[in-house]
């Protein structure tokens, strides 16, 4: 053990376990992170090399034997009835059913809502009355025949914590210095801080290493701040879903995205309220597929995210917070240089923005590096259970935090109504989880401050790119430092980009000050921005008013001429044709794009198809693709390539393009119609390639412009 494995065995004596021990038997079973870290207290709790093998084995052996499987419940009920008693672990709960005046035990896994059970163990348990607990549970066989139930319970023994002592969690926290404790949290979870911190050395704005940690450190603080909305979009891998899912079984994580009202809010029909009554943390995973079912959906999530309360029939008042996760595959520098599109782009249309403008922390996933075998934690880190009950208790102490934050948080400009509730909230959290006994130094404070403007910054930035008026302008906000000194506070990957900085294109609205060499800085990129001449001559012209030195760029190509109805007769075995150098040019500000191609039952129309919606998703400008097509001769190779067209559906997806496809068996002809008036008739459709007799590893396989093409004409032209 290192320094500070000895000192978290110390500070938490029987609440801390060896977390690659858990990876390695995670591996083997799918057996939620809380019930192995309670096996792995009692079987490993040694550092002999030899002891902890056994410990593993007997680890595997009781699950094996005890943990019921939801598809197993039928053979669980008949061991209890052949051996007349069997020792299970599963969550169980506890209902007052007043029609019969008595209690009942329900067990998820075994699938039984009528076990009896004796008084005293939910009397020593109080939360099998509430969310329910994970517990080793003997079940016993009632052979009375007159009774109405088969099962009761002989034994429990929680697996969850049963009682939490705050002020030994606060005493144990005292032990440690600021970035020691930083560590002890991100262990918890299974994450090397090291590594972490190895990797935030290249990441602009990094101090201390300790960049990446505060991304890791924001995925917590939904869980200790009521009423916090937050998004993470970024890359695969990164473990944004594993961790809402996984570490706190307060935390329930809506897979695929689906919402409803009744579900999500207030069922009508029920009189009951939905998850936000039930749970610290609503978690959205893929966000970008969220779907949204009732048509005021919405506007009630609105409602709920600005203060906690919306009106369903009656007033509703919850806790829960919004946590929105979701990949982000496209380029960031190209999506922040550019004033068509920003970094929310993959959010589903439904989030208009008052929705956005409801988000208080945005964290940066796309710095958040894949998390691989090198970044688990090999050594000790808190017990999941017992660091979710911490994370639970702050999260119902609000009120014991919000003095600090109101005494030491000194604003400076463009701190707007929104943006001061962010602040405060994500300012809140970090004091909670960080020192929640006592308070940062005036660095650490301002450390947090700059954290958390920046993760608004990157909302606002978003919504000043949408909004054509100044309504969100204001981005630069700003703080007063322990030194008494102004500082505004920039997003990284934006600083530097006139697109987001200043999104307006009309020359009245006024330019955004910054200091001078950041405009020079502009000026630097501006070729790369632009991409003809007259663009960058624009993005310059509002900026020379201040800086008269600024060149022109008289060496960059001029704008394209204007497009003209043309034809193209391509002859048997001709090259040099590619769906962008026909096609490309036509496509460009098309928002709507529609293929009627009736052959796509082969691999090679397939990939065709492929190439297609490649294009699509290049040029940018497309948010709707709409294809229709014949189905195949049965309704085997139908469903084969109903599934590759859904493939193709969710790819176009993440790159932000709506598409859908329908089958006609009265379609003949091939035609690509844009929403910019131009409609292409290829006589071939999208198959003007000839296609190989066999695997084709020729030149052509990936550009198209090497590949033998069908004798075929094209037109196109403006209708």
């Known amino acids: 053990m290192n320094e500070l494995d000895i000192k978290l065995n110390e500070a938490f004596p029987g609440k801390v376990v060896r977390k690659d021990l858990l990876h390695e038997i995670k591996r083997a079973v799918n057996v939620p992170s809380f019930v192995l870290e309670f096996l792995l207290s009692r079987y490993c709790a040694s550092e002999d090399p030899d002891e902890i093998e056994e410990g593993k084995k007997a680890v595997l052996q009781t699950i094996e034997k005890n943990y019921v499987r939801p598809d197993e419940s039928n053979k669980a009920q008949a061991i209890v009835e052949q051996r007349k008693r069997h020792k299970f672990i599963d969550k169980i709960h506890v209902k007052y059913v007043e029609r019969e005046k008595r209690y009942w035990a ?43 139930y088969a099962f009761f319970i002989e034994d429990l023994r929680p697996i969850q914590i049963a009682h939490f002592d705050e002020q030994k969690f606060f005493k144990g926290r005292e032990q440690f210095t600021t970035d020691e404790w930083i560590d002890v949290l991100i262990r918890s979870i299974g994450i090397n ?73 207030y069922n009508n029909q029920r009189k009951q309220v939905g998850a936000v009554g039930f749970w610290d943390n609503v978690a959205f995973d893929e966000v970008a597929k969220m779907k949204i079912k009732d048509a005021d959906t919405v506007q009630i999530m609105k409602d709920y995210m600005a203060n906690g309360r919306f009106s369903r029939g009656q007033e509703v008042t919850g806790y829960a917070s919004f946590s929105f996760v979701g990949n982000f595959d496209l380029n960031i520098p190209r999506i922040v240089n550019s004033y068509d599109y920003d970094l929310l782009v993959t959010l589903p249309e439904a989030f208009d923005l008052a929705v956005i403008d409801r988000i208080y922390n945005y964290i940066p996933g796309w710095e958040i590096p894949k998390i691989d ?34 005494t030491r948080l000194k604003k400076g400009d463009n701190i707007e109504g929104r943006d001061n509730r962010a602040l405060q909230k994500t300012i809140s959290g ?36 949408r909004k054509p008026d100044e309504e969100y302008a204001h981005i630069n906000m700003s703080y007063i430092n322990r030194n008494g000194e102004k500082v505004v506070v920039y997003c990284p990957e934006s600083k530097y980009s006139v697109a987001t900085q200043n999104p307006r294109k009309a020359l009245d609205v006024e330019v955004l000050k910054e200091p001078e060499e950041v405009v020079k800085q502009h000026h630097s990129n501006v070729e790369q921005i632009a991409k003809t001449k007259i663009e960058a001559e624009q993005i310059l012209e509002r900026l020379r008013a201040e800086y008269p030195e600024l060149p022109s760029f008289s060496h960059m190509p001029e704008a394209p001429q204007g497009l003209s109805d043309k034809t193209i007769n391509i002859m048997y075995g001709d090259t040099g044709y590619s769906y962008e150098n026909m096609y490309g040019d036509y496509m460009q500000g098309a928002k709507e794009i529609e293929l009627q191609e009736p052959y796509l039952g082969m691999y090679f129309q397939l990939n065709n198809l492929v190439a297609f919606a490649e294009l699509i998703c290049k040029i940018g400008d ?3 693709f ?18 590759a067209l859904d493939e193709i559906k969710n790819a176009m997806a993440d790159q932000g393009v709506e598409m859908d496809y329908v089958f006609t068996n009265v379609i003949h002809d091939r035609y690509i119609k844009l929403s910019n008036g131009w409609e292409i008739t290829p ?9 190989a007799e066999s695997k084709y590893y020729g030149m052509g396989t990936y550009d198209q412009t090497l590949r033998p093409c069908q004798e075929c004409k094209i037109e196109i032209k403006k209708v």
């Open 106 to 148: 329900e067990m998820e896994n075994f699938a039984s809502k009528r076990i009896a059970i004796n008084a005293k163990f939910y009397q020593e348990n109080e939360k099998l009355l509430e969310s329910g607990i994970w517990a080793e549970v003997t079940l016993a066989y009632n052979e009375v025949e007159e009774d109405d």
């Open 193 to 265: 801080p090291d590594w972490l911190a190895e990797r935030s050395k290249n990441l602009e704005g990094d101090k201390n290493g300790r960049r990446l940690k505060f991304h890791i450190l924001s995925r917590f603080l939904p869980l200790v701040q009521s009423n916090y909305n937050s998004i993470e979009l970024g890359g695969r891998s990164t473990g944004k879903s594993y961790f809402y899912s996984e570490f706190s079984p307060y935390s329930t994580l809506l897979s695929g995205g689906q919402a409803s009202t009744a579900t999500l809010l």
């Open 373 to 406: 075998d090198s970044a688990y934690n090999n050594n000790f880190g808190l017990i999941t259970d017992y660091m979710s009950e911490a994370l639970h208790y702050l999260f119902v102490h609000d009120s014991d935090y919000v003095g600090i934050v109101n």
């Open 430 to 465: 970090f004091i909670k989880l960080l020192f929640p006994t006592g308070q940062p130094t005036d660095e650490e404070f301002d450390e947090i401050v700059e954290y958390a403007i920046e993760g608004r910054r990157r909302v606002k930035e978003q919504l000043n790119k």
């Open 622 to 624: 497309c948010k709707k």
């Open 626 to 643: 709409h294809l229709r097509t014949k189905p195949c001769d049965t309704v085997e190779e139908t469903g084969e390539m109903q599934k």
């Open 683 to 691: 006589g071939r459709g999208l198959h003007i390639f000839q296609k």
